[in-house]
């Protein structure tokens, strides 16, 4: 199965996304439970970073499937324009995306899943104050 999708790309507020491209997303969000965090003003919530993915996370589901990646499957902005994935869905998709052969992808996809892996394993570590968003666009 041949890919035809992009790599990622920084995304701009101004940027234009084409239809087959998702812009993934990841965000701050507050969390109002004590963390041991030392003294001083809390981070501040909103965007981190967003990258739109050149069609690699479609072309990565089309080719691993539901049953290999349940948690993305489920957020498939498709079917409600924007998903965020939150933290009691977070440690489902690390172990998913660990279980994939990523040697065996093509670049694209590779470097897609590779990101919400990173991203992933950042918001579990900080315990619930990040989330991943999937937008399908503008």
């Known amino acids: 199965m041949s890919s035809a999708a992009g790599g990622l790309r920084p995304y701009g507020p101004d940027d ?7 812009v993934l997303g990841l965000y701050r969000v507050p969390v ?8 001083g003003p809390a981070p501040r919530s909103g965007r981190l970073e967003a990258w739109v993915d050149g069609g690699a996370l479609r072309a990565v589901l089309r080719r691993l499937g539901a049953r290999a990646l349940p ?18 869905s977070m440690a489902g998709l690390v172990r998913e995306v660990e279980r994939v052969d990523l040697t065996r ?27 991943i968003e999937i937008d399908a666009g503008q």
């Open 16 to 22: 234009e996304v084409a239809e087959h491209e998702y």
């Open 32 to 39: 109002k439970m004590r963390t041991g965090r030392k003294a």
């Open 71 to 88: 948690t993305l499957a489920r957020y498939e902005p498709d079917l409600d324009f924007s998903s965020r994935i939150g933290r009691p």
């Open 105 to 131: 992808l093509p670049a694209a996809e590779r470097e897609v899943l590779s990101l919400l892996l990173g991203w992933g394993r950042r918001s579990l570590a900080e315990d619930g104050a990040l989330r």
